[in-house]
């Protein structure tokens, strides 16, 4: 009966320490979305699928490296068994699984205080951008290069810095570009003519 009762405590202390797989499934769901609408970093180019799997990674470690490593300087200090006939390192699973728990949510918490502190910096580029693509449209309009009013739809924009771009809009043959440098953080904004016409992709690819 004794050991009846041992297997009984020991089966019912593992469902009670059954929480951890739930909550990593829930909270990589929650990290996933709020990489993708709160990022940590001034970027447009993660969605939802790149952010769970990006807070996957993240979590495992947190569950499967991080969490031992603590419950066992935990135990450690404690090194009490729990009432209720309870082996020691059933209890050292309850805490591993509490552990855990909670660094899953405070995983969550982290994500959230950095997707927020970081989005003044998101909607400062957004304005900034929009502020280049309204001044490329506006020098345009006033060059009286009817080219160039032809092919807006054809502008290529990259950042070169904060609030600084390189728009570049094609010719009618497609090969021969004019490109602008626009400097948005300048007071009124700078915009002025690149004497290079290299496109935009090949720049990039010089980087």
């Not at 918490?109 to 970081?118: E, F």
Request: hydrophobic share 45%; aromatic share 6%.
């Amino acid at each position: 009966m004794s050991g009846e009762r041992f297997w009984t405590s020991r089966i019912l202390w593992r469902l009670r320490g059954a929480s951890v797989w739930p909550v990593f499934v829930i909270t990589t769901l929650l990290d996933g979305l709020i990489l993708d609408m709160l990022p940590p970093v001034a970027t447009t180019g993660l969605n939802y699928l790149e952010g769970v799997l990006i807070a996957t990674f993240g979590n495992l470690f947190l569950v499967g490296a991080l969490a031992p490593f603590l419950t066992k300087r935990l135990a450690q200090r404690r090194q009490v068994a729990p009432a209720g006939g309870a082996a020691p390192e059933v209890e050292v699973e309850l805490l591993r699984d509490r552990v855990g728990s909670a660094l899953l949510a405070a995983g969550v918490v982290a994500s959230l205080a950095s997707g927020l502190a970081n989005r003044p910096l998101i909607v400062s580029e957004t304005e900034a951008s929009e502020e280049n693509a309204r001044v490329v449209q506006d020098f345009v309009n006033r060059s009286g290069d009817e080219e160039l009013r032809r092919n807006i739809e054809t502008a290529n924009t990259i950042r070169l810095g904060e609030g600084y771009f390189r728009t570049c809009i094609a010719r009618d043959d497609r090969d021969r570009f004019v490109c602008l440098l626009v400097d948005t953080e300048r007071e009124p904004v700078d915009v002025r003519r690149d004497p290079s016409a290299v496109p935009n992709n090949l720049v990039r690819g010089r980087d």
